[in-house]
């Protein structure tokens, strides 16, 4: 396994980032939010521009890797748009996004939106799914709406792998900013005479951060790498990523708002806007403990493989 994306899926992360940034940066969450029915015509026109929706993330490292590096830049800005699963789009079925969800309460941040979605569950049990009428208020569901769903094939088990490990390189992407806005703060805010940077304990904190961060970049490219190269285990290695995305959330997200302090839940932050963007992110269609246990049942007494194969408490709490 080479443990970095090619230098073409880097390139285009980059030109991806710096067009979305040209595009509005931060005001593309915030517009999203105030008015839900531009969230589509927002970034669109954009990732049309790039050629995002002509990758498809099964056909190839170099696409898949693109596909990767796009959700990053998609958490990076907090998009209030699905690209993860607009992209994540099942190669053999009508669909326009492909939606992971959990049978028992199916639910996404699709609200408002005139898409054809296809619905996976861990199962690999494939349905079309219809967004039901919900809240207008995006502030209070972040877009979240329950689903109707419509059966049509059992499948779907590299597609629910796909949609997970897409989700988790979003979600990786919202961590790379807020522990870039955490620094920056630190170093520009002062205490006592001097930034809060130089406190051994900011410190130790920020190490922390950027320990998870870091670690969950790393299982990230592996997974994709088991999707790319059909291993044995992906949908185990895509429900180990998310498992390690769900913890290093909690980490980066409580240390960006302990150091950030009151501002960091106002509007006036970026940090706000990301922290409240990776809500359903994180508890859709599953949360930690959920997670944990999907990994568990999934895995029975087989253990993981490669990089993901850990001692008898990975799957324990902290």
Not at 57 to 63: I, T, V
Not at 106 to 130: E, F, N, Q, Y
């Amino acid at each position: 396994m080479i443990n970095e994306l090619s230098e073409e899926a880097t390139e285009f992360g980059r030109h991806a980032l710096e067009a979305l940034r040209s595009a509005g940066g931060d005001d593309l969450a915030q517009l999203a939010e105030r008015e839900p029915t531009r969230r589509g015509s927002l970034v669109e026109p954009v990732l049309d521009e790039l050629g995002s929706f002509d990758l498809n993330p099964r056909s190839g490292d170099d696409e898949a890797e693109a596909a990767a590096a796009l959700c990053r830049v998609a958490g990076y800005w907090a998009l209030g748009y699905p690209v993860a699963e607009r992209l994540g789009r099942p190669a053999d079925l009508d669909g326009d996004g492909l939606l992971v969800v959990n049978p028992l309460g199916p639910a996404a941040r699709v609200g408002g939106m005139t898409k054809r979605w296809i619905a996976v569950d861990l199962a690999g049990h494939r349905s079309v799914a219809r967004a039901q009428s919900g809240s207008t208020d995006p502030r209070k569901d972040a877009f979240v709406v329950g689903l109707d769903l419509e059966d049509i094939d059992d499948g779907g088990s590299l597609d629910a792998a796909v949609g997970l490990v897409l989700s988790c390189w979003t979600l990786l992407g919202m961590m790379d900013r807020a522990v870039e806005l955490t620094r920056g703060y630190v170093h520009e805010r002062r205490q006592f005479g001097q930034p809060l940077a130089s406190f051994q304990g900011v410190q130790f904190q920020l190490t922390d951060a950027e320990v998870e961060r870091v670690g969950l970049e790393e299982s990230a490219k592996y997974a994709l790498w088991s999707i790319e190269r059909r291993q044995r285990a992906i949908l185990a290695d895509a429900l180990a990523l998310r498992l390690a995305a769900l913890r290093a959330a909690e980490v980066v997200f409580r240390v960006a708002h302990q150091l950030h302090g009151a501002i960091g839940f106002c509007d006036e932050t970026p940090l706000s806007w990301l922290s409240r963007a990776s809500v359903p992110l994180r508890r859709l269609p599953f949360g930690l403990s959920a997670t944990r246990a999907e990994l568990t049942r999934h895995l029975g007494r087989r253990g993981l493989d490669g990089l993901f194969e850990v001692g008898p408490d990975a799957l324990t709490s902290r």
